[in-house]
């Protein structure tokens, strides 16, 4: 299931706040990401980049057949569509800090004197 990232954020800041870790394997072609559900290796979420595209699905178990990286991924289904929506609240999380902090660093600092006497009345 893909997962599309504002431009205004960092696809890695999503990964890395929702849990999940880097998949090391000499074999892979691209970088991924992993987030597991138990103990295991397996059942596992695995997250692939793609510009500003998440591409996740849910691994059950490992490639049952020498020399193939095919995998029973699921693509769908609840389990894939909660992770989505848990993924997309942090998405918005990180939308109202970067926001937040937007707004903070385009406030004037006051100065001296209204701090002493009080903000002016521009009306």
Excluded: C, W
């Amino acid at each position: 299931m893909k997962i599309n990232i504002p431009a205004s954020l960092n696809p890695i800041d999503i990964i890395r706040r929702s849990g999940y870790g880097s998949v090391l394997d000499r074999r892979a072609t691209e970088p991924s990401f992993s987030r597991h559900l138990g103990r295991g290796l397996y059942p596992r979420f695995h997250v692939y980049i793609n510009g500003n595209v998440l591409n996740l699905h849910l691994d059950q178990k490992q490639a049952s057949y020498e020399g193939y990286s095919a995998h029973s991924g699921e693509y769908d289904g609840d389990t894939v569509e909660r992770e989505v929506v848990r993924m997309e609240e942090i998405i918005k999380k990180l939308e109202a800090e970067r926001d937040e902090i937007i707004e903070e660093e385009l406030k004037v600092p006051e100065g001296f004197f209204s701090k002493l006497f009080g903000k002016k009345n521009k009306n």
